[in-house]
């Protein structure tokens, strides 16, 4: 019975080493795999922060952009106000002129019509003195 109370104890000691030798092995590829996991946690926190920076100075770029956009913005407004202050004195200046037609045509037909009536008279009076020169004849 001792001998197998030995022998138990031997096949409990051998178990145990056995699982110590598993265990040692584990623990190792737990700690290289550990190692992996850390190397990239650090390669990824690298890039984490060159993609922050960098979206940082592009955020700062667009605000410029959009600093000067809104500047030129302000400078195309007064532009076109000046231009609408132009188109609508061309309008005016167009009205007057069409106005002063209008006078003029007026004022033509009114001495065209005494031009023609100047013409009947002037006509009428050579008329007159045609005939009474063929009558003194």
């Known amino acids: 019975m001792e001998l197998m109370l030995t022998l138990a104890a031997i096949i409990a000691a051998v178990s145990f080493a056995v699982l110590v030798v598993f265990i040692i092995i584990t623990l190792k590829a737990t700690r290289e795999t550990m190692q992996h996991v ?4 650090q390669s990824l926190d690298k890039q984490v922060k060159d993609v922050t920076k960098e979206t940082t100075e592009l955020l700062n770029k667009t605000n410029q952009l959009t600093d ?10 007064a532009f076109f106000d000046g231009a609408k202050g132009f188109g609508d004195c061309l309008n005016d200046f167009s ?4 106005q ?5 045509r007026k004022a033509s037909q009114v001495d065209q019509e005494k031009a023609a009536q100047a013409v009947k008279w002037g006509a009428a009076i050579v008329d ?7 009558r003194n004849k």
């Open 38 to 41: 850390s190397s990239s946690l």
């Open 68 to 77: 000067d956009l809104n500047e030129k913005s302000e400078k195309l407004d």
């Open 95 to 98: 009205k007057s002129l069409d």
């Open 100 to 104: 002063i037609s209008e006078s003029i």
């Open 128 to 134: 007159y003195f045609s005939q009474r020169k063929n």
